[in-house]
């Protein structure tokens, strides 16, 4: 492997040689930044891993990457920590903040914690604030890969092959350009295959030349456009595989080096008595599959974080397989959902999969970590929570294993909304029908994470878990009669909007509980539909259930975790990770004449005075369950005075 250059090394940069055996070999200090109260350092980290070690071996063709002179396998990531100037005033915490598709900056902490981010995604683009990390490509290895374009732009003659990876590198390029080795497909909204002549496509770029372009792997062009209209699906045989699981190893290293290393090397040392970690999304998705795979305990047998805060992250990632999509979400045959979803021991019938569970590995060497788990209401509908609480027959609760807490958000969007307090109505978010579900879940996540540090340094027990649960019929199909969604005027139904959990075949060569090895049949055989639930609503439409924001519990709408799709190929699916809002009537006269079932805002609140008493009922009542922060619910009450509700 070609090891990141250190030219640019600013001449005050601080070099750290770390001993040899060390799993960190160099940490360079490039950047200094200092506030009144804070510093900042950022730079690369280097480290090697031993693909002998029993730690490492879990790794995806680790064995098959290239080796120095040791032996070993070499990595390099940028880091970045924030830390106070003043180390006596700091809290003993490392907080590690896992970057989503390299988006993540080292912030100060207002109690004190030293935060920490890195690059662990070996696909992302380096670039300006993008935290990367360099990993081994394995030449010669070849494998099937599947790209799916919808919704471009009309009649667009050329597309990044990587246009669905967010900030994905082009690194799964095709063995040959030959079209003829290779398939490009059409599909109607019908489900109807049309393929496209290998002529009649390249692999190329005919933005500035006509086609068949200039020959480009990492794009390619229809020689009449393409249509909207139309779904494309790309299959070709890649090569040169990135040896991408070793984002896993990179932050478990980092971590324990900062958190254990006693030495001047490391910028805290002494200084860390716990670390926690938290992630949204994908990074959600990157903790769960972490502690799954073992990486919480480190070479030399220690635990690696306490306590962990996956949040909105309903599957495992998809970073330990041959030709991965790390960058991906919950699209069609994703294979994010094939693994273990669940933190107890549960056997998967359903699939013919052994009895496990996400924690299988960390309790069998001690290494568990006390869990918050987050989610709202758009996780179900998109992005397949329902196996993670009732498994995948779908018959009863999956019970949470001591060391894990579970906070369901009512009526979220995926990460919540804008919050507020206000009757202007959002306009719908890019290509959705509904306006924008302001609905927000920032405040109980503070709260959240301030009771998870608690609960590690000192035992505080959190507050119980509340999620809706099938044993008290709060779960049903996602339809609009089994959850009891309200008919109002002019709105949508549910009705085919769930994102359903499927049943893939992609070949013997994949082991399906870890998404770990490589994809023989790419595109899958889809060998069944594993039943999906979503939680049941009240009579306002709203979900029923788990930590409600104090905007969900002084209502002005219906906050939904669902929003159809406006119009293009999808138009009446789910409209990707966002939720909808539909607002209540403002008067007992307007509702009536209608014939919207749900009470006004008049009816429910009087007037400006009234409405400003529920926000502080539901504040302090937040506050006394300890979902929500003091002096947030202070700032809330203030906002909802200013507001205009009823005014």
Sequence with gaps: ????????????????????????????????????THETLSGHVSGELDPKDPHNAIITDIQLAPRNARGMVEYTATFAISKPLDMSKASGFLLYS??????????????????????????VRPGANVQSIEVPIVPGITGPVVERFVDMPTLSSTLDITRTRYVGLAYQKPVTLDTTKASLIRRTRSGESLPVASNAWAFADCAKTAF???????????????????????????KDALVLGIGYAATRDLNSFLRYDTSAENPVAGKIKWAISRGSSQSGNFIRSFIHLGFNQDEQKRIVWDGTNPQIAARQLVLNLRFSNPGGAAGLNEPGSEAVLWWNEYADKTRNRPTSSLLARCKATNTCPKI???????????????PNLVGTDAKADIPLPANVRRYFFPGTSHGGGRGGFTTKVAAPPAGCLLPANPNPEVDQNRALLKALAEWVSNGTEPP????????????????????????????????????????????????????????????????????????????????????????????????????????????????????????????????????DPRLSLEERYKDHSGYVAAVKAAADKAVKERFLLPDDAKRLIGEAEASDVLK
């Design 372 to 386: 918050f788990e987050t989610f709202g209401a758009l996780e179900f509908w998109y992005l397949r929570e329902s």
């Design 98 to 123: 896992v970057p989503n598709r390299g988006n993540g900056a080292a912030t100060p902490d207002a109690d004190g914690h030293v935060s920490v981010v890195s690059g662990w995604q070996g696909d």
């Design 1 to 36: 492997m070609t090891t990141m250059p250190f030219s640019r090394i600013l001449a005050a940069a601080l070099l750290c040689t770390v001993a040899a055996d060390a799993r960190v070999t160099r940490l360079n200090i490039e950047k200094r930044e200092a506030t009144a």
């Design 464 to 595: 119980a878990s509340r999620y809706p649960r099938l044993d008290r019929g709060e779960l049903a199909e996602g339809t609009a009669k089994a959850i009891g969604f309200p008919s109002i005027p002019g709105a949508p139904s549910p009705d085919g909007l769930v994102n359903k959990v499927l049943d893939h075949d992609f070949g013997g060569d994949m082991n399906y509980n870890d998404v770990s090895g490589s994809m023989a049949k790419n595109p899958p055989t889809i060998r069944g539909v594993i039943p999906t639930l979503v939680p049941k609503v009240n009579a306002d439409g709203s979900d029923v259930s788990g930590v409600p924001s104090v905007l969900r519990e002084a209502p002005l709408g219906t906050y939904l975790g669902w929003n159809p799709t406006a119009a293009g190929f999808d138009k009446g699916k789910q409209c990707t990770l966002s939720g909808g809002f539909i607002p209540f009537a403002a008067t007992k006269a307007a509702r009536t004449a209608s014939g």
């Design 212 to 238: 068949p372009g200039t020959p480009d792997a990492t794009k390619i062009c229809v020689k009449d456009g393409f249509n909207p209209e139309y779904e494309y699906i790309l299959s070709f045989t890649a």
